[in-house]
């Protein structure tokens, strides 16, 4: 079971969420593709770590072969080719490493070389593998290194919790592709409401079951209830905002392993969540 863990924006507490769920799960997979800034490891603290450098591929001109007809260039959707005063160029920057432009090349003047964008670390806390995600700094897209990290997923396992960027971009949307359940994370606030309302649209467009966990829940917020009623979208639990939870999470501890409250209303919503994945 593949359960992906999404928020409208960052801070709702969707990395919260995730390492509890894993660590409650015990023999689990905690999947990091927040690869601009991950910090479950900051938690987990995973020991024995290998690590595995992820590479992309760019085009390379021989300028002895190149013709300067520019069918690179009307090919490239992404404007990634251009000549100047008949010298090609590349923008590695917007380059999506499709390898189009070698295939139309006419007179073969376009290879691939390597490029490093970011690694994926492979470790563990206790029963649970983790598995992190890193895009170098500067890099524009972190793709390569999420499909990276969840390649490592193996097919028979507990449980693989998916701790997905926030927002509703294209890395969301690579990490949500294998999961069989998605948890949505909103705040009970207006702007926690409408970050959430674009997060439920993406995985709605992708087909993908879901259901929500309201997390800072001080006091019920009656525009997001009828939001999720309306649209029978399940309310698994409502975390408290309480100073304990602060306290556990500014020294980087583990909710579930340290507060019994936690420990039993996590232990209830792996249960209802296998049980909205039979269904």
Same mark, same amino acid.
């Given at each position: ?150 390649? $490592?997923? !193996?097919?028979? *396992? =507990?449980?693989?919790? /998916?701790?997905?960027?926030? +927002?509703? &971009? ?67 639990? $409502?975390? !408290?905002?309480? *100073? =304990?939870?602060?306290? /556990?999470?500014?020294?980087? +501890?583990? &909710? ?24």
């Amino acid at each position: 079971m593949k359960v992906a863990v999404l928020s409208g924006k960052g801070g709702t507490g969707k990395t919260f969420v995730s390492v509890n769920l894993a660590v409650t799960a015990k023999e689990s997979i905690y999947i990091d593709c927040d690869v601009e800034e991950p910090n479950g490891r900051l938690f987990l603290k995973p020991k024995n770590i290998k690590k595995e450098e992820v590479f992309t591929l760019l085009p390379q001109f021989l300028g002895e072969k190149c013709i300067g007809c520019r069918k690179c260039v009307d090919f490239c959707r992404f404007n990634a080719l251009g000549f100047i005063k008949n010298i090609p160029l590349v923008f590695s920057e917007v380059c999506h490493s499709c390898g189009g432009c070698a295939i139309v090349c006419p007179s073969g003047a376009i290879s691939e070389t390597k490029r490093p964008i970011g690694v994926v670390e492979d470790g563990f806390y206790k029963s649970v593998r983790v598995i992190t995600g890193e895009l170098n700094v500067g890099e524009t897209s972190g793709v390569p290194v999420i499909r990276t990290a969840l390649d $490592r997923t !193996p097919i028979n *396992e =507990n449980i693989t919790v /998916i701790d997905c960027p926030p +927002g509703s &971009a294209c890395t969301v949307m690579e990490s949500v592709e294998i999961a069989d359940y998605c948890v949505l994370v909103a705040e009970a606030t207006a702007f926690g409401l409408h970050n959430f309302q674009m997060v439920y649209e993406l995985v709605s467009l992708l087909q993908k079951p879901c259901g929500v966990v309201i997390n800072k829940a001080d006091g019920s917020y009656s525009h997001l209830e009828s939001f999720c009623k309306e649209r029978n979208i399940p309310v698994f639990c $409502r975390i !408290p905002y309480k *100073e =304990n939870l602060a306290q /556990i999470g500014a020294k980087a +501890g583990i &909710a579930v392993e340290e507060d019994g409250e936690m420990k039993e209303q996590f232990s209830e919503l792996l249960g209802k969540i296998k049980r909205e994945v039979e269904k």
